[in-house]
């Protein structure tokens, strides 16, 4: 009885220093690929920046998925073979591709028949490349976070998806880095190297500061921290500074995980019966179908000044 007396405290050590030490996870998912390029056509520019985007998650071994635009991968309604190897880049190192439509239009304002519609027609050449490479497409992700503004679209899209073997692709850490994206190229145009860095650190701080908000929001809906799945766009400021932005999760502890990892999180069971006209985080979304008040979606971090004006 002595022994075991002596031995609570130490047990109770274990069990916090294993806890604290535990790390947390999220998996990257990047939208819009190939490439959102604001007008720079070049293709050599635009292989130098997704091959950066490429090495930086072979780097830092993060397992990312990108959505697909199909077309993207179009000129002319002739397949575009330049656009085409840029998805072979994430292919050929490991990396995940997903549907993000067609033509990425809005669930709000299409109907139904349109929408799914241009969900099949975003599968190609898409499915063939993973196909070649024994993969298949799995993940459907929705253009601006629009999963149905009635509950009838909502649950018809739902079935659609299901029954077409795509399972859907939340997000719970939501931002503005296409803002930081337009500003980061218009400064590149210029090759104003200062406002360059300047945009590139408010980033990195201002991803920094979303992470530990949703982080707080998931731990006040499930109390603990759950599987975050994290949204990004394929740009050039996303090949300059994702490094960075490893650099930063990793110093908050977190381990780099697949979609299909995250995905076996079962916060991602939780009910949502909102239908939003808007795209938003999936915790707001759970938030808001367990009616939180407005004081528990205080304090996300808003988007610098200095980044909308140059947006603009």
């Given at each position: 009885?002595?022994?075991?007396r002596?031995?609570?405290?130490?047990?109770?050590?274990?069990?916090?220093?294993?806890?604290?030490?535990?790390?947390?996870e999220?998996?990257?998912t990047?939208?819009?690929?190939?490439?959102?390029n604001?007008?720079?056509?070049?293709?050599?520019?635009?292989?130098?920046?997704?091959?950066?985007?490429?090495?930086?998650?072979?780097?830092?071994?993060?397992?990312?998925?990108?959505f697909?635009?199909?077309?993207?991968?179009?000129?002319?309604?002739?397949?575009?073979?330049?656009?085409?190897?840029?998805?072979?880049?994430?292919?050929?190192n490991?990396?995940?591709?997903?549907?993000?439509?067609y033509?990425?239009?809005?669930?709000?304002?299409v109907?139904?028949?349109?929408f799914t519609?241009?969900?099949?027609?975003?599968?190609q050449?898409?499915?063939?490349?993973?196909e070649s490479?024994?993969?298949?497409?799995?993940?459907?992700?929705?253009?601006?976070?629009?999963?149905?503004?009635?509950?009838?679209?909502?649950d018809?899209?739902?079935?659609?998806?299901?029954?077409?073997?795509?399972?859907?692709a939340?997000?719970?850490?939501?931002?503005?880095?296409?803002?930081?994206?337009?500003?980061?190229?218009?400064?590149?145009?210029?090759?104003?190297?200062?406002?360059?860095?300047?945009?590139?650190?408010?980033?990195?701080?201002?991803?920094?500061?979303?992470?530990?908000?949703f982080e707080?929001?998931?731990?006040?809906?499930?109390?603990?921290?759950?599987?975050?799945?994290?949204?990004?766009?394929?740009?050039?400021?996303?090949?300059?500074?994702?490094?960075a932005?490893?650099?930063?999760?990793?110093?908050?502890?977190?381990?780099?995980?697949?979609?299909?990892?995250?995905?076996?999180?079962k916060?991602?069971?939780?009910?949502?019966?909102?239908?939003?006209?808007?795209?938003?985080?999936?915790?707001?979304?759970w938030?808001l179908?367990?009616?939180?008040?407005?004081?528990?979606?205080?304090?996300?971090?808003?988007?610098?000044?200095?980044?909308?004006?140059?947006?603009?």
């Amino acid at each position: 009885m002595k022994t075991m007396r002596r031995l609570i405290p130490f047990l109770l050590l274990l069990v916090s220093i294993s806890s604290f030490g535990q790390k947390k996870e999220i998996c990257f998912t990047i939208d819009d690929l190939p490439f959102v390029n604001y007008g720079m056509s070049d293709t050599s520019f635009q292989k130098q920046a997704v091959s950066d985007l490429v090495h930086s998650f072979t780097n830092h071994q993060i397992p990312a998925i990108g959505f697909v635009n199909g077309n993207k991968l179009y000129s002319n309604d002739s397949p575009n073979t330049f656009q085409i190897s840029l998805l072979e880049l994430w292919i050929n190192n490991g990396l995940e591709l997903g549907n993000h439509t067609y033509s990425h239009p809005d669930y709000n304002n299409v109907s139904y028949a349109e929408f799914t519609e241009d969900i099949i027609k975003g599968e190609q050449p898409t499915k063939q490349i993973l196909e070649s490479q024994g993969m298949s497409m799995t993940y459907f992700r929705h253009p601006f976070l629009h999963t149905g503004d009635t509950q009838s679209k909502s649950d018809s899209l739902k079935s659609f998806l299901k029954t077409h073997q795509y399972i859907e692709a939340p997000v719970t850490i939501d931002n503005d880095d296409y803002l930081f994206a337009l500003a980061y190229k218009r400064a590149y145009v210029k090759n104003d190297t200062t406002l360059m860095t300047r945009i590139g650190s408010a980033y990195i701080s201002y991803m920094e500061k979303k992470v530990l908000h949703f982080e707080k929001q998931a731990k006040g809906l499930f109390n603990r921290d759950i599987k975050q799945i994290l949204l990004l766009h394929s740009s050039l400021l996303n090949s300059v500074y994702v490094d960075a932005l490893a650099d930063m999760l990793i110093k908050n502890n977190y381990a780099f995980i697949s979609l299909e990892e995250a995905l076996r999180d079962k916060a991602y069971n939780t009910e949502v019966n909102i239908y939003p006209e808007w795209g938003i985080s999936w915790l707001d979304r759970w938030a808001l179908s367990q009616n939180k008040p407005r004081q528990f979606f205080l304090g996300e971090p808003d988007t610098p000044a200095f980044i909308k004006e140059l947006a603009k």
